[in-house]
């Protein structure tokens, strides 16, 4: 099934019908209508999928994709358009352009987290390239897989715009197609496999990734204004965005006001029990909700099933004792040691090919040695994790884990050792900006890096001296709204970048045109025999070159 769409696509393609410009704007202007027709269907596909607000499917999901779809369809003339190039003075009289023409049959795996936003807007950019689509979409959000699979027909080129659904095995079939590019959001495991497959037919890849985004705080930050709006970045979509604030390094003059102020913050956007709120998601399956159980304090989580009094007399003791001998491995070694972290990293819950998970990989997250004196230890602080400052509270059935701030944490933490992907945010204190970037730099480049700083020279610092896929200065997932600014990462999260003309390149190749006329024909002086008069002419040439 799976070979027979790509051929189906392949056969479209290459009979010119996704070429013509009317063609492009006709399909942007049917994605348009088909996430503004069809909102209450995506609303109520998100909730049942991930417990998503509604207000959150329509602002971060829906009109982003409405936007870009507009954004590129206005451009589209100029971008398609000649551009010339300026030829070498040798080569005159010559001329020379570049055009981008589309790559062909493209696909696009997306993940679960924002269902539509990651499956719609790299489309809307494919097809402004004028490329056919093969969209396979997450089986981990299921009702918004199954929605798009209905409406895509309904709305775009049934014969060049095709939708397949399933697990890891028809991701597996897909990727042994030959297309002529590969576009992929997820994690890095997966992301390997990705790559792997497209090396079989020397596809290009764009790889949307992830890791552990950090956010510098100093004491010249307007602490109100930084609280509020790292609780809004981490806590959307309940934590589960790769761009989410993955942890703070602030300095010791602020670090715990700003704790006790992101839990304010929490308050005011969710109410005293943001379980009861209707603005707050939820985790999208149980796999996912043990894992970020396990990375918060120990005995913060309740045993899965009830136990009698003895037993939970014993669990108690048994956690504490764990509590105390990983704290006292981390003073005696100065950190959780090699194999420790190794073995962390190993035994990590890993994705399987479908599931497109940006979290809990460890080739993203995997931390170099860190120096005892660029992390301050929290006196009062026992737990690696840090101390719970609001939040903790769990509810299996609901998936439901509480907005958490965790004050004084370790970088042995196991929260510390691979993308969160949920709605937990440990606070780090650090030394100062030297040390934050020092902390930063020896882990794998992040997705995105934030700065709440106003002095000019500690921001000029963090943008010269660390890697990041973009730099945010007290703006949290601003970068990720706008389609006038590129997307994507460095390194470990990410190869390649979208939205708007840089998407567009994506799923271009962009060709070089030459011409000269054949009268006269001035590369008769460099045409052989190479005699002495051509000798000092090309001695003369090379002076002026």
């Known amino acids: ?102 790559k062909g049959v493209v696909l696009i795996i997306s993940p679960w987290n924002y269902p539509v936003l990651l499956a719609l807007e790299p489309m809307a950019d494919a097809l402004a390239a004028g490329n056919a689509v093969c969209l396979k979409p997450s089986e981990l959000s299921p009702n918004t897989s199954k929605l798009l699979a209905e409406l895509v027909p309904q709305y775009l080129d049934s014969e060049a715009v095709r939708v397949v659904e399933g697990g890891p095995k028809e991701t597996g079939e897909l990727l042994k197609c030959p297309f002529n590019h590969i576009f992929y959001t997820g994690g890095g495991h997966v992301g390997k496999i990705v790559m792997r497959a497209a090396a079989e037919h020397l596809t290009p890849v764009t790889l949307e990734l992830g890791g552990k985004s950090p956010c510098f705080v100093d004491r010249t930050a307007d602490i109100n204004v930084a609280a509020r709006r790292i609780a809004w970045g981490k806590f959307t979509n309940a934590g589960q965005t790769c761009v989410a604030p993955d942890y703070v390094l602030a300095t010791p003059d602020v670090a715990e006001a700003l704790a006790e102020r992101i839990a304010v913050a929490i308050t005011e956007f969710y109410g005293e029990d943001p379980k009861a709120s209707p603005d707050f998601g939820r985790i999208i399956n149980d796999r996912h909700f043990e894992r970020l159980c396990k990375l918060l304090p120990v005995g913060t989580v309740p045993p899965e099933e009830p136990s009698s009094p003895l037993v939970q007399v014993a669990s108690a003791v048994g956690a504490a004792m764990d509590m105390v001998g990983r704290r006292f491995n981390a003073v005696t070694t100065g950190r959780g040691g090699a194999g420790e972290m190794a073995g962390s990293a190993n035994n990590a819950a890993k994705p399987t090919a479908g599931s497109n998970m940006a979290a809990a990989d460890d080739d993203a997250t995997a931390s170099a040695a860190v120096e005892p004196s660029e992390i301050h230890k929290v006196p009062g602080v026992f737990d690696l994790a840090g101390r719970i400052v609001c939040g903790g509270k769990v509810d299996r059935a609901a998936r439901y884990i509480a907005p958490t701030v965790l004050y004084g944490t370790s970088p042995d933490a196991p929260v510390m050792k691979e993308e969160i992907f949920g709605p937990i945010l440990p606070i780090l204190v650090v030394e100062d900006a030297e040390s934050a970037i020092r902390f930063i730099n020896k882990r794998s480049r992040p997705l995105a890096a934030y700065v709440f700083s106003r002095d000019h020279e500690v921001r000029l610092t963090f943008e010269r001296q660390t890697s990041s896929g973009a730099l945010g200065y007290s703006l949290p997932l601003g970068h990720l709204l706008s389609s006038r600014l590129p997307f994507g990462g460095v390194g470990a999260s990410g190869i390649g970048t979208y939205h708007g003309k840089a998407g567009f390149l994506t799923f271009s190749h962009v060709k070089t045109v030459v011409t000269k006329p054949q009268f006269p024909d001035t590369l008769r002086l460099v045409y052989p025999p190479f005699n002495e008069a051509k000798a000092k002419l090309f001695d003369i040439i090379a002076k002026f070159s």
Do not use: C
């Open 1 to 102: 099934m799976t070979n027979q769409t790509f051929e189906q696509l392949k056969k479209t393609y290459e009979s010119g019908r996704t070429r013509p410009l009317a063609w492009r704007r006709a399909q942007l202007n049917a994605l348009r209508r088909l996430v503004t027709e069809n909102r209450d269907a995506f609303v109520s596909s998100a909730m049942a999928d991930l417990g998503k607000p509604a207000a959150e499917t329509v602002l971060m999901e829906l009109n982003l994709v409405a936007g870009e779809a507009q954004f590129v369809r206005n451009r589209l003339s100029l971008w398609t358009a000649r551009h010339p190039k300026a030829m070498h003075w040798m080569l005159q009289p010559a001329a020379g352009w570049t055009i981008a023409e589309p």
